[in-house]
């Protein structure tokens, strides 16, 4: 069974900082892309930042960019997102999802709710 397990969301300050982890099990970690979507209510699910499967390299959504910074363990089968100098614009569900490098083969998360506020 494959799962993909969000933590470390919750509610922030504006410019403070949060990292977000996601766990995965059921599969073969190395073989898949990573990364991290987000959607707000009321909006489309908008990609965040991607790391390939040997984490050589990233990209990212031009409004994350400076502040975000994706990172993986192999070893862990871990895939985490630091979100430094967040903004009430940042506020929403953020999803983490596993793209099979060659095939249509991906999966989601459950979403872990983040939210910027003072």
């Known amino acids: 069974q494959v799962q993909l397990v969000e933590s470390g969301g919750g509610l922030v300050q504006p410019g403070g900082s949060l990292r977000l982890s996601c766990v995965t099990s059921?599969?073969?970690?190395?073989?898949?892309?990573m990364s991290w979507y987000r959607q707000a209510p009321g909006t489309e699910r908008e990609l965040v930042a991607t790391i390939t499967r040997h984490g050589d390299n990233t990209n990212y959504a031009d409004s994350v960019k400076g502040r975000f910074r994706i990172s993986r363990d192999n070893a862990k089968n871990t895939v985490n997102l630091q979100m430094d100098s967040l903004k009430p614009e940042d506020t929403a569900t953020y999803y983490c999802?596993?793209?099979?490098?060659?095939?249509?083969?991906?999966?989601w998360g459950q979403g872990s709710q983040v939210n910027v506020s003072s």
């Open positions: 999802h596993a793209q099979r490098w060659g095939t249509q083969r991906h999966y």
């Open positions: 059921g599969i073969a970690f190395i073989n898949y892309d």
